[in-house]
């Protein structure tokens, strides 16, 4: 597609070109005169676009074959999950700019839990537990990861996360996976889950800077100003800068920075509340405190990544995990494909810089 001011995308260059980055890199085959893989791929696109069920697509097309020949189309044809989700990362990346391969830019990671009522598939590590949400604790767990670049948000990365699986060991499959294809982050935001000393140690002998809030774990001191725990920071009533030092069960040290941040964040009862806000850092110097929290302010935008990944995300109630990594695979294809529209077709140049048109 050619990149102009005046150009009207037609909704079939969109399916085109959908279709296509889907089938270099899932590489669907045939599965019989009926089930081919453009028709699959059709199927599995108007399902996604509106956020319905293989079973609804399939009585809505004509012509179209029942949803369990679709279904025994889709495992005959797709290869094992870790192959599956090697091809997916590699679709994600079709659509990269190649400012992101030549910059450093920063880097954010999270984990997306999916509602899931129902018995695990062949193993109960497929099934993630954790806190109650949508009337459950167990959810197929998926970790992405996205380049933050002047409001454009690319996904670069996404892996399972299987349960009671260490968070260093999916930390270190995205950023492996993040520089298979040329991404190198300036600095990683991660969410409060990933702090614990592995976590810090392998970031710290990787050379990755990182910032990240602080947990407050273990057992409140009677008084926490004067202990040497991580309790005391959060005691403090102005912005600062400290150093802490804690060790794990196994004995292993980490040291990390630590940036305090007061002021009325947040709502209780209606009104906004004073607290600390306590952030650590490493491989970087931050500017200012304020710089700190604006800067992991960005990350929050993955929220809204995954709300968008849900608005393309096939329904279903299949305990398949490979269907389900299929599922999320295509979503957030497709949401790297309206990025990279808006991006090119849809931008407009303006002295230098490029200008968004998200109503378009």
Known sequence: MRSCRKYTITSREVHHRTASTIQEHIQLADHGPKCTASLLITILLYAASRVTSIFDACQRLSGAPSDQAVRDALRAGLPPISVLERRLNEGLAADLPKALRKRRYPLAIDLTLI??????????????????????????????AYVIRDGRRFTVALTRVLDGEPMKEVLQRLLQQAGQIGVKPRYVLLDRGFYSVEVVRYLQ?????????????????????????????????????????????????????????????????????????????????????????????????????????????????????????????????LRNVWVWLHLRCLAVSRRGRVELHLER
């Open 115 to 144: 509602p899931y009522h129902g018995e695990p598939f062949r193993s109960p590590l497929e099934i993630y537990r954790g806190k109650p949400k949508s009337g459950t604790s167990h959810f197929p767990a998926y970790a992405t």
């Open 205 to 333: 002998a990787a050379r990755y800077g990182f910032l990240m809030p602080v947990a407050r774990r273990g057992r409140k001191p009677r008084a926490p100003e004067t202990s040497e725990s991580v309790w005391r920071v959060f005691t403090w009533k102005r912005n600062g800068w400290s150093e802490h030092r804690w060790r794990d069960a196994e004995g292993r040290l980490a040291t990390v920075g630590i940036c305090v941040v007061y002021g009325k964040f947040g709502r209780r009862g209606g009104r906004q509340r004073f607290q600390a806000l306590v952030y650590a850092y490493w491989g970087f110097q931050p500017q200012s405190c304020d710089w700190v929290r604006e800067t992991y302010r960005t990350r929050f935008a993955i929220e809204t990544t995954y709300r968008q990944m849900n608005q393309a995300r096939i329904r279903t109630c299949t305990r398949d995990p490979l269907l389900r990594l299929l599922f999320v695979g295509l979503a957030l294809i």
